[in-house]
């Protein structure tokens, strides 16, 4: 009791500071907890759950992304499920959608309200590892008495959000366990699986959302951010992903006006736009003809005299190249 005594006292204080929620996430989240959405830390009771139908409405918005999630949460289990954690999907709002528990941890997970159903939205609980993640729109890891409820200060959250094709935030990847030896330095390995993970999801579901465009990933091993690029047989820009957005300039969630994927990545030269369509036109059609000529002009609908003249102009098959005219 002293101790839960001793939280409730810590979390008024700091909340309680505005100048505290300046300095500190954690404290701006606590602030937000109690003055903005009226929680208060010490009050019990169980976490909200949605009834059969409310969260039947949710799984059907959510279907795509749950679809390619679920191989990706599963693999995810496979690796820290057997140290105690307990792996969440949710939608944007914070209501968990599924969840991969060992047989042991069921009871416990159910009666901390880790279940479907379950509404962790910071409105609904206070400062945690998935409201906080929707609410910030970034990574969090909220270990034990940094949870604003006083019941909820036994567990620690890993979590990382799940961006959509549109760039607009579309759910968050959730470990959580109550295993009272867990270290911070342990919650940091998982956090960065978690991270990982959530990228996988977003990838999948970004190239999922455009079947039939032409995918260009500009990404490397030190971003976090997936940066995907979904492009058109015309090189026109159909959609991007948060991370390629925000390095591309573009804007940070819904459509993208219509931008050739060439202008994006800097590639300008003195010939026209019209010259750089046919010299792309004609360089694709040699490319599939292997080279030869004559079979690129057909498949190009013109005459082979017609195309030497053209690739003459445009600088082609010059300088020696080896092209076939057979």
Same mark, same amino acid.
């Given at each position: 009791?002293?101790?839960?005594?001793?939280?409730?006292?810590?979390?008024?204080?700091? %909340? *309680? $500071?505005?100048?505290?929620?300046? &300095?500190?996430? !954690? @404290?701006?989240?606590?602030?937000? +907890?109690?003055?903005?959405? #009226?929680?208060?830390?010490?009050?019990?009771?169980?976490?909200?759950?949605?009834?059969?139908?409310?969260?039947?409405?949710?799984?059907?918005?959510?279907?795509?992304?749950?679809?390619?999630?679920?191989?990706?949460?599963?693999?995810?289990?496979?690796?820290?499920?057997?140290?105690?954690?307990?792996?969440?999907?949710?939608?944007?709002?914070?209501?968990?959608?599924?969840?991969?528990?060992? %047989? *042991? $941890?069921?009871?416990?997970?159910? &009666?901390?309200? !880790? @279940?479907?159903?379950?509404?962790? +939205?910071?409105?609904?609980? #206070?400062?945690?590892?998935?409201?906080?993640?929707?609410?910030?729109?970034?990574?969090?890891?909220?270990?034990?008495?940094?949870?604003?409820?006083?019941?909820?200060?036994?567990?620690?959250?890993?979590?990382?959000?799940?961006?959509?094709?549109?760039?607009?935030?579309?759910?968050?990847?959730?470990?959580?366990?109550?295993?009272?030896?867990?270290?911070?330095?342990?919650?940091?390995?998982? %956090?960065?699986?978690?991270?990982?993970?959530? &990228?996988?999801?977003?990838?999948?579901?970004?190239?999922? +959302?455009?079947?039939?465009?032409?995918?260009?990933?500009?990404?490397?091993?030190?971003?976090?951010?997936?940066?995907?690029?979904?492009?058109?047989?015309?090189?026109?820009?159909?959609?991007?992903?948060?991370?390629?957005?925000?390095?591309?300039?573009?804007?940070?969630?819904?459509?993208?006006?219509?931008?050739?994927?060439?202008?994006?990545?800097?590639?300008?030269?003195?010939?026209?736009?019209?010259?750089?369509?046919?010299?792309?036109?004609?360089?694709?059609?040699?490319?599939?003809?292997?080279?030869?000529?004559?079979?690129?002009?057909?498949?190009?609908?013109?005459?082979?005299?017609?195309?030497?003249?053209?690739?003459?102009?445009?600088?082609?098959?010059?300088?020696?190249?080896?092209?076939?005219?057979?």
């Amino acid at each position: 009791m002293a101790r839960n005594t001793q939280h409730i006292d810590r979390i008024l204080e700091v %909340a *309680g $500071d505005p100048g505290a929620a300046a &300095r500190s996430r !954690l @404290a701006a989240s606590w602030r937000r +907890s109690l003055t903005h959405h #009226g929680i208060d830390p010490g009050q019990g009771g169980q976490v909200r759950r949605l009834e059969t139908q409310a969260l039947a409405e949710r799984l059907d918005r959510s279907e795509a992304m749950v679809r390619v999630a679920t191989p990706r949460i599963d693999a995810l289990y496979q690796l820290v499920g057997s140290s105690g954690c307990g792996v969440l999907l949710t939608d944007d709002k914070g209501v968990v959608l599924d969840v991969r528990v060992g %047989a *042991g $941890d069921q009871d416990v997970f159910q &009666r901390w309200g !880790l @279940a479907r159903g379950c509404d962790w +939205s910071e409105a609904s609980e #206070g400062t945690n590892g998935i409201g906080t993640c929707i609410a910030e729109a970034r990574r969090v890891t909220i270990h034990r008495d940094e949870h604003f409820r006083v019941q909820n200060i036994e567990m620690s959250c890993m979590d990382a959000p799940i961006f959509g094709a549109d760039g607009s935030l579309i759910g968050a990847l959730d470990v959580s366990s109550a295993r009272a030896d867990q270290t911070e330095a342990f919650n940091r390995l998982i %956090a960065a699986q978690v991270a990982q993970t959530a &990228r996988q999801i977003e990838v999948d579901h970004f190239r999922a +959302s455009f079947p039939k465009a032409r995918i260009i990933v500009a990404d490397s091993d030190a971003s976090e951010a997936a940066m995907l690029l979904a492009v058109d047989q015309d090189d026109i820009v159909l959609g991007a992903t948060r991370g390629a957005r925000k390095v591309f300039g573009l804007s940070a969630s819904g459509p993208i006006a219509a931008l050739p994927a060439s202008d994006l990545f800097g590639r300008e030269d003195d010939r026209t736009g019209f010259e750089k369509a046919e010299r792309a036109a004609v360089v694709r059609a040699l490319a599939r003809a292997q080279g030869n000529v004559s079979e690129a002009a057909r498949g190009l609908g013109i005459g082979r005299a017609t195309l030497y003249r053209r690739m003459k102009r445009l600088g082609l098959g010059d300088g020696g190249a080896d092209l076939s005219q057979e």
